[in-house]
């Protein structure tokens, strides 16, 4: 995510430099900043010169951002010791990697029509109840590629788990068995919202230094658009992907 965040910074630059030429800058305007975001949009390829949105570009951008966002974040450590760390959740950059797991939660939520003690089991490590829980869960964590086509990049689990944590912290080492010995609980399985759902309360109850705050997981369920999930769309549309 940092280097995505460099690489915006830097093109953003060049696109000041662009609209103030050297010699030429004066102090930046407010009303400067939309011009600023479609310069990088289109630098980017996400948007072309005509302001037509490239959704493929845009989503592999958001993708990159995804994969590191989902594991580090929903394995935030509370605790730590040895060589771990601990995520600082006032820090501005975890800040805006939670906005957006937020907003991947919420297309979720649409998507699967998760109900808000869905959401909560979710962001407080607590096993579904519901189908639709356990689908929120597959949701979320094939965003990530952590679950692709119901096989378990426990590599990629691993690298974004060391990206917060450290390679070598005592956590990422325990991931690694722990990720491991969880792929038993779902041997056999092929449904795909509860072979998700499975792996994941797994990690949970072995993993117990990993949880959001308590105050981070209700805020996380206050945003979610609930009023937005139509109460009688048929039963075979409304979890169509899953």
């Known amino acids: 995510m940092y280097a995505h965040d460099k690489a915006s910074d830097v093109v953003a630059d060049q696109c000041l430099s ?41 989503r592999m951008f958001a993708r990159g951002i995804l994969m590191w966002l989902l594991p580090t974040c929903s394995l935030a450590l509370r605790t730590s010791t040895f060589s771990g760390t601990m995520v600082d959740f006032t820090d501005p950059k975890v800040q805006g990697h939670l906005d957006a797991l937020v907003r991947m939660a919420q297309a979720c939520v649409i998507k699967v029509r998760a109900s808000p003690k869905d959401v909560r089991a979710y962001f407080t490590n607590s096993p579904p109840i519901t189908r639709s829980g356990q689908c929120f869960a597959a949701c979320m964590l094939e965003q990530s590629d952590v679950i692709n086509h119901g096989k378990i990049n426990r590599d990629l689990l691993i690298h ?83």
């Not at 305007?29 to 939309?34: L, N, V």
């Not at 980017?44 to 037509?52: A, K, L, T």
């Open 18 to 58: 662009e609209m103030y030429p050297k010699g030429k800058r004066v102090e930046f305007q407010e009303s400067d900043e939309a011009c600023i975001i479609y310069c990088v949009l289109k630098k980017f390829g996400i948007m072309n010169s005509n302001g037509v949105i490239n959704l493929e570009a845009y």
């Open 160 to 242: 974004l788990a060391g990206l917060v944590n450290g390679k070598n912290s005592r956590v990422v080492r325990k991931l690694h068995s722990i990720s491991r010995l969880c792929l038993d609980s779902i041997d056999g399985m092929s449904d795909r919202c509860q072979l998700a759902s499975t792996y994941n309360d797994c990690l949970n109850e072995n993993m117990t230094e990993f949880a959001f705050p308590l105050d981070i997981a209700e805020e996380a369920v206050r945003k979610m658009p609930f009023h937005l999930i139509q109460p009688n769309l048929p039963q075979e549309l409304r979890q169509s992907s899953f």
